[in-house]
């Protein structure tokens, strides 16, 4: 029999149409922002792929792109606090407009670290969007300067946010039903 993944699905909270229009709001913003500036996006691996690939097409300036990788939340729904890089920058962000740019800031240690780090490199600015905020779960603080939707505190999953690396692939922004957490909670005894 096959498997269906929207089976798992319990709503979707975010459509595939209400995306593209905050993302285009948003490029159309940072656009306007940084009018004569180059951009240096820097995506977080491996979420905000799919956010970043539409933002840049929503921006119209000069624009290049790097990425990091830090430790990941795994198979738990609850940030360790631990960050580690995982993958560094390849280009030097010394004098450049640093866009970083975030699937997700939930409980903010992730970005509260990055952003201290990128600011050591001596950057022309540093300023971070985000697709999405849960502030519900806020522990450190940050400062988003461009923010796509503020949401309460559930898991979500789609539009490259997995749960343990699987529903990345979904057009839309969605909440799972609570047994599929649970059987892999359970599974992997956590
Ligand atoms: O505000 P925080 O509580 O620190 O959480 C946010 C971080 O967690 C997610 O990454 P994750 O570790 O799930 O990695 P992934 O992007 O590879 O899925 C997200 O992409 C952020 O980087
Ligand atoms: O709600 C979330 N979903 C997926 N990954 C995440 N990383 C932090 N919060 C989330």
Do not use: W
Request: aromatic letters at 8%; one cysteine or more; proline letters at 3%.
């Amino acid at each position: 029999m096959s498997y269906n993944m929207m089976e798992d699905v319990e709503r979707i909270l975010i459509s595939e149409a209400e995306l593209a229009q905050r993302v285009k709001e948003l490029g159309a913003q940072i656009t306007a922002d940084y009018t004569g500036k180059e951009i240096l996006m820097i995506g977080i691996l491996r979420g905000a792929v799919l956010f970043m690939s539409d933002l840049m097409r929503a921006i119209s300036l000069p624009v290049s792109l790097d990425f990091m990788a830090v430790s990941s939340y795994g198979v738990s729904t609850t940030s360790s606090g631990v960050v580690r890089i995982m993958k560094d920058l390849d280009e030097n962000a010394e004098n450049k407009h640093v866009l970083i740019v975030e699937d997700i800031i939930d409980s903010g240690l992730t970005l509260n670290y990055l952003v201290d780090n990128l600011k050591s490199r001596r950057p022309a600015s540093v300023k971070i969007c985000t697709l999405l905020s849960k502030p519900d779960r806020r522990k450190a603080e940050v400062q988003i300067a461009y923010n796509g939707f503020t949401i309460p505190d559930y898991f979500v999953v789609g539009y490259g946010l997995d749960f343990a690396e699987k529903y990345r692939n979904f057009p839309f922004i969605g909440v799972l039903k609570p047994s599929v957490y649970q059987s892999a909670k359970q599974s992997a005894k956590i």
